[in-house]
Structures are given as structure tokens and as C-alpha cells.
């Protein structure tokens, strides 16, 4: 809620030009996000695992490797990244000093994810939701003050990279109890095997979810463009309203795999669970999408309204097939990463051909992610 606020806040404060601006750069950190989902996704899965037989002592050199490799990896990939922002910025004609700044948040994505991945996989559900409130209520206040003042885009990016630090740094409080055991080392050779199916399926759903609004900005006017990432926005308050109960899943299904016990019902009341969430979510946007844009963002949004219900299912399937891959993962199914890469294709070529207005382009968006739900329950049961 905290974290759609902030939107929402810009989304009024910076208007439809700056805020498309702002859009494509929140894309940009979807991508860079993706060693962040993927890591904390790792460390959580080998929590559960240590967690089973309370080996804190293993957990803990967990800790320390994952945050020495995280701070050594975001150092490399910024610096190899500076020609691509250099690109990104000339390309969709964004400053490049607010590119470069944005990408600082490269290390707080490789070093947060572990401490949250551990809460994640002891189901320290509360302290990780916690640490998670005070990140973006921070992130809230922040923005909405240096904003004001006249920072704009600036000011927004800054309020970002303050809350991730303190989140960071908060985040090793309810870890204290583990951080006192004496570190056993642990063998971790297999970890970038296991760890390329989840990045790849990860790499999936974020492409998925950010590539149009990236294409938008590419082939529409900046206030169309700004426009619409107002309808992505809106579309990604489902995803994310219903990522909890993919992420307490989980950790509940990996130990329940490990510990040799059925997972399967665990994995239909969560698919329940979402679906109900999803479909209470596209009646609020069938029926009320134009009150929901005025009250939200106000009247000079408007005219996305006609497209909220396509990009709100879209969003479903994307909800629905980030469930199914994560309890793939939890229960050791074979991944293809050419399959997961081909839905990716195949969105963009449908975005590319059917650019001729927002609403053509929203089925196409609509298309691609019912495909990519499909593709991942074939994949499920193929992996079996």
C-alpha cells in the first residue's frame, strides 16, 4: 500500500511527462532488480533447508559470504554498466547523471536480499513485513518533501536509495539471535547451478511486467507514454497485491519438500488464494476504472481507463504464473530457461505489432501474459 502511495504521490506531484520519465526508470530498476528476487530467493531456500535441523551456525556464514560476494558483484556490474545507462539514456532521451543515479541502487539489490531471504526462509514473516514498511514509508516521506521542494525526478530516485540503506541496515536487528551462533562453513559449490532456473524465471516475470512500459516510452509521446505507465501502475498493484502469498509459499513448500511431506495442497490453496484476489481486482476495474483513475491519479489520466481491464488481466495471468514458477522452484522442477525466454520474445514482437494505439497495444500485452500462465503450468507438469 506504502509502496503505491509513493506512486501515486508522483504520479500527481511530477504530471504526465516527468512521471514517464520516472516510469522508465522504475523499469530500469525492475531489471536491475532481478540479482535482488533471485538471491533472496536462493538464500531463503537454503535457510529452509539449514532451518529444518536449526543449523544457525550455517545460516550465519550464509550471511556473511552472500553480503561479501553482493558488495564485490554490484561494485563489477555498475561499472560495466555505465556504458549501457549511457545508451539507455540517449535512447529515451533521460539525463544521464539521473540514470547514473538511479543505478546506485544496484548495491543495495545485491546485499538487502540477503538478510530478507534469510527472514524469508525462518518465516520471520512479521519482521521481514516490517522491515518492508519502514522502507517505503520512509521512501514516502521523503519523496513527497524533495519533490516539493523541486528536486522532481531527482528528488524521487534519492528518497528510494535513503529508504533501501536504512531498510538494509534495520534489517539485522530480528537477525541478532542468529548472527551470536559461531559460523560453520558450509560447501556452497552447487548454489550457481540450482541458481540459474530461478534467475531465469525471475528475469521472466520483471521483463514481463516492465518491457511495455519501456516500449511505450519508445513509441508513443512522452505525456501518452507518462499515460499509460499510469495504467501499468495500476495493473501492477495486483501483482504485487497478491506477491505475499506467493513469497510465504514458498518457504513453507521447500521445507515441506524437504521434509519428504506432500506440497500440493499448500500450492492450490495458494493458487485459490491469488486467483480469488486477482478476480476481486478486475471487477474493481470493470466496473469503477474511471472513478479509480480521477481519485488516483486525477482527470488528466483519464483516458487510460478504457485499457485498465486488459492490463489488470494481464497482470492477473503475470500473478498467476509467478505463483506456479516459485512453487516450481520450491519442489526442485526442471526450469527450461529457452521456454521462459521465448514468452519474453513473444511480447515483444506482439507489442511491436500492435502499437497503433494503447488499446491495441494493451491486448497484445493481455495476450502475452496469458501465454506465458499457460506456458508455466506446461512447464510445471512437463517438469514433473
Not at 551470536?180 to 534467475?199: D, H, L, Q
Amino acid at each position: 500500500i506504502l509502496n503505491f502511495i509513493f506512486q501515486f504521490s508522483m504520479a500527481r506531484m511530477l504530471g504526465p511527462i516527468e512521471f514517464g520519465v520516472f516510469a522508465v526508470l522504475m523499469s530500469m530498476l525492475y531489471f536491475m532488480a532481478i540479482p535482488s528476487d533471485s538471491i533472496q530467493t536462493v538464500i531463503s531456500r537454503y535457510t529452509s533447508k539449514f532451518n529444518v535441523n536449526k543449523e544457525n551456525g550455517k545460516i550465519k556464514y550464509l550471511i556473511g559470504r552472500s553480503l561479501k560476494k553482493g558488495l564485490f558483484f554490484a561494485l563489477l556490474v555498475y561499472i560495466l554498466l555505465i556504458p549501457f545507462f549511457y545508451f539507455f539514456s540517449y535512447f529515451l532521451s533521460i539525463s544521464f547523471p539521473l540514470v547514473l543515479l538511479t543505478g546506485l541502487l544496484l548495491f543495495t539489490f545485491f546485499l538487502i536480499p540477503t538478510t530478507r531471504g534469510v527472514l524469508q526462509g525462518q518465516k520471520k514473516f512479521n519482521s521481514l513485513g516490517f522491515n518492508m514498511i519502514f522502507d517505503s514509508g520512509i521512501k514516502v516521506l521523503i519523496s513527497i518533501y524533495l519533490v516539493f521542494i523541486g528536486w522532481k525526478v531527482y528528488g524521487a530516485v534519492i528518497s528510494i536509495l535513503i529508504g533501501s540503506i536504512i531498510a538494509l541496515t534495520l534489517s539485522f536487528i530480528p537477525l541478532r539471535k542468529t548472527l551470536s551462533e559461531k559460523s560453520e562453513r558450509v560447501n556452497f559449490s552447487g548454489i550457481y547451478g540450482y541458481s540459474s532456473p530461478i534467475i531465469f524465471s525471475i528475469l521472466a516475470i520483471l521483463l514481463m511486467q516492465s518491457l511495455d512500459v519501456i516500449l511505450a516510452k519508445r513509441f508513443f509521446s512522452p505525456e501518452i507514454a507518462g499515460q499509460y505507465a499510469v495504467a501499468n501502475l495500476i495493473g501492477k498493484m495486483i501483482f504485487f497485491g497478491t506477491l505475499a502469498i506467493s513469497k510465504s509459499m514458498f518457504p513453507l513448500s521447500s521445507e515441506k519438500f524437504d521434509g519428504g511431506k506432500d506440497t500440493n495442497k499448500l500450492f492450490y490453496r495458494s493458487l485459490i488464494m491469488v486467483l480469488i484476489l486477482c478476480i476481486g481486482a478486475l471487477i474493481i476495474l470493470f466496473l469503477f476504472s474511471k472513478l479509480l483513475v480521477k481519485i488516483l491519479f486525477g482527470e488528466e489520466y483519464l483516458s487510460v481507463s478504457t485499457i485498465l481491464f486488459n492490463i489488470g488481466l494481464a497482470f492477473s495471468f503475470i500473478s498467476l504464473s509467478n505463483l506456479v514458477i516459485l512453487y516450481g522452484i520450491s519442489v526442485n522442477r526442471k526450469i527450461n530457461t529457452f521456454y521462459m525466454a521465448t514468452f519474453i520474445f513473444i511480447q515483444v514482437i506482439l507489442l511491436w505489432l500492435f502499437k497503433n494505439s494503447l488499446y491495441s497495444f494493451s491486448i497484445a500485452m493481455m495476450v502475452s501474459s496469458l501465454l506465458l500462465f499457460i506456458g508455466s503450468l506446461i512447464i510445471l507438469w512437463k517438469g514433473r
